[in-house]
């Protein structure tokens, strides 16, 4: 909620994200595209324990994104990654934990990887995504 209230833009996107996942990784660039266009701010939000392989790999892809976007598209972009703290040495436990504080009640809290959560600079959570959002038409 801090950094989506002391941000400089009006909205804040936190996405969570791991290595492991494939939709996540395929939705990078529309996620670059989403920032871009509604000049928003955005935070790859890992659920990996803290320091590890995995974490280590996400930031790898991210890493490397960010240097595809500039060599095609000419124009620097830096993700922000933070690492969700792992208090219990429990991934799946801190995740749930971390969901059922940040989603509003008119949100149900479903525990699955690639959600689009948007906060605004009063701290209200605007959007909290899942996969019950698909549609037919939607990949």
């Known amino acids: 909620m ?3 209230k002391n941000a400089d833009k009006e909205r ?3 996405y969570t994200f791991a290595s492991w996942c494939k939709p996540c990784i395929d939705h990078l660039p529309d996620l670059v595209a989403l920032s871009i266009v509604h000049d928003i701010n ?3 939000v890992l659920i990996d ?6 974490v280590k790999w996400a930031k790898d892809i991210l890493s490397n994104y960010e240097r595809v976007i500039k060599e095609n598209h000419e124009q620097d972009f830096k993700f922000n990654i933070l690492v969700l703290k792992d208090e219990t040495g429990r991934r799946k436990k801190n995740y749930l934990k971390f969901l059922t504080e940040i989603t509003p009640s008119q949100f149900e809290v479903i525990n699955d990887m690639g959600k689009h959560i948007v906060i605004d600079k009063s701290g209200d959570v605007l959007l909290v995504t899942s996969y019950k959002d698909k549609t037919e038409n939607n990949e």
């Not at 324990?49 to 995995?54: L, M, P």
Request: glycine content about 0%; aromatic content about 20%; hydrophobic content about 45%.
């Open 2 to 4: 801090c950094l989506a």
């Open 12 to 14: 804040t996107l936190f």
């Open 42 to 44: 955005m935070y790859f």
């Open 49 to 54: 324990k803290e320091n590890s392989i995995r």
